[in-house]
């Protein structure tokens, strides 16, 4: 039952100033219409914005937004392409629609499991409430028992050494790409990195890690060749102006063929040698080595090979939130936390919390996707199948992510008719099929297994439409 207006008077006395000069300006509208014109008939706005779907909406939009909105409602029945009496309706459904955020969540059915375009790592169930509670006044930089200031993220540092015993300390950052340039900054600023020819990434997005580095006042010392580097050709780039040695995953890319490069336990030896520090970008964030992804670097495994630090994302293996995670010395932890730059590429409190329950926590949705039980994928894809008509066929998942490029995650999916893909892609849940072939491929993988129902209805409607 809809409230009287003077119920919404009372609980909300102060509608019309926060919707000033709505009044005025419906005057000055009808002004000049003539009596018998239909546009007459529209709601006036100031009457519309004391309806119960407005007063619903201001719990999630600005009055600004929901002024705009009404009116743009308005306005289409002024140009006549809505009835009159249309309007109170469309405005509620309009408004019952909008979201202070214009992000949708996606159904990931396209198998590949960190997916640039979805925003990388879905979090854990533990790491999401994490983060909402830490979404208001949080001890961040408090310690509660003595109210005296604490460190940031003392909590998170302590989780990630935990998960990697290797490092000796650990620090986040906002992310893989601000690690590497407090890392280059910190320890060879005015000074060179050395770093091989074959390693001088594109990590995506036009993004190119020598340009990156460069930005920081370290020079780059390229050496070697793009397919190969030898040990001879570290030792005798290093020199007084040495700042450190660098070694890049080249996550997105594989070179074959004849090729070679220094593993990190001789590059480490050799840099140790000459008092350098060996700095080593993982990229992906495995802390462990992963018996599916035998070529897929690891922290531990970096660490214990000499590597004086080593970098990684938050948001691909680890499936954990955008961040940029430095393992190592301590010594060498301790002085990139305490360079200038680090206050500008600071880690916020939500992405600390839902990183340190994301390594404490149970197993987050990107690993538990790759390592995907075959049978049950393949009972999960052919009831759909079933369900909606479609046919079970094979399909390989991928990392993702400039992850383990070219390895295939062997799996199933349903496929459909491709004309599905985009009335899937608009619907309510969106639906991310992968398009190949001239077909829409829905891979179950990543998508959890409480949405299955969720993603059939939302396959079947999309059918309807196609
Ligand atoms: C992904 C990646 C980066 C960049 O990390 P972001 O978290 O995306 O900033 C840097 N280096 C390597 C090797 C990577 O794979």
């Known amino acids: 039952m809809r409230p009287s207006i003077s119920v919404w008077r009372v609980r909300f006395p102060s509608v019309s100033a926060n919707f000033p000069n709505v009044e005025c300006e ?3 509208v009808h002004q000049g219409v003539a009596r018998d014109d239909p546009r007459r008939a529209i709601p006036r706005t100031d009457s519309l914005l004391q309806s ?38 469309a405005v509620a459904a309009d408004l019952a629609a909008a979201r202070p955020s214009t992000q949708t969540p996606v159904l990931n059915a396209t198998g590949v499991i960190v997916h640039t375009n979805l925003g990388r790592a879905p979090l854990s169930h533990a790491a999401v409430d994490a983060l909402l509670a830490a979404a208001g006044y949080v001890d961040v930089e408090m310690d509660l028992a003595s109210g005296a200031r604490s460190k940031r993220g003392s909590g998170t540092r302590a989780a990630l050494v935990g998960a990697c015993p290797a490092a000796e300390s650990a620090l986040a950052v906002n992310n893989g790409a ?26 995506g997005a036009g993004f190119r890690l020598p340009d990156l580095i460069a930005s920081t006042g370290a020079r780059l010392r390229e050496v070697g060749a793009t397919n190969r580097t030898h040990p001879s050709d570290y030792a005798e780039a290093a020199g007084p102006d040495t ?34 520090p060996l700095v080593v970008d993982v990229g992906s964030g495995l802390l462990a080595p992963d018996p599916l992804l035998p070529d897929e670097p690891d ?15 938050g948001d691909k293996l680890l499936g954990g939130p955008q961040a940029g995670l430095i393992f190592g010395r301590a010594d060498l932890v301790e002085r990139l936390a305490r360079h200038p730059l680090a206050r500008a590429v600071r880690i916020d409190k939500l992405a600390l919390a839902a990183l340190e329950a994301t390594v ?56 459909l008719p491709s ?12 639906v991310l099929p992968r398009v190949h072939d ?15 129902d969720l993603l059939e209805q939302a396959i079947r409607a999309a059918l309807r439409e196609s």
């Open 299 to 313: 922290v531990a495994t970096a660490l214990d090979d000499g590597a004086d630090l080593v970098i990684a994302s």
């Open 178 to 203: 601000a690690a590497l340039v407090l890392a280059t900054t910190a320890l060879a600023a005015g000074r060179e990195v050395i770093v091989s020819r074959g390693e001088l990434i594109e990590i």
């Open 243 to 276: 700042g450190c040695m660098l070694k890049v995953h080249p996550s997105n890319f594989r070179l074959t063929g004849f090729t070679s490069d220094v593993p990190v336990r001789e590059l480490a030896a050799l840099a140790h040698e000459r008092g350098l």
């Open 419 to 430: 004309s599905v893909a985009r009335p899937l892609r608009t619907g309510s849940p969106a």
């Open 26 to 28: 419906d005057e000055a």
């Open 360 to 415: 404490d926590g149970p197993r987050p949705p990107v690993p538990s996707y790759l390592h995907a039980d075959r049978d049950r994928l393949r009972a999960r894809t052919s009831r759909l199948a079933e369900a909606v008509g479609g046919s079970l066929v094979a399909h390989d998942g991928r990392v993702g992510g400039g992850g383990a490029p070219g390895v295939p995650l062997p799996g199933f999916a349903v496929r």
């Open 438 to 452: 001239d077909a829409a491929l829905i891979d179950l993988r990543c998508v959890p297994e409480a949405d299955d």
């Open 52 to 89: 119960a779907e407005v007063v619903a909406a201001r719990e999630r939009l600005s009055d600004r937004v929901i002024t705009a909105r009404v009116r743009a409602v308005v306005e289409r029945a002024r140009r006549g392409e809505l009835a009159p009496g249309a309007v109170a309706d």
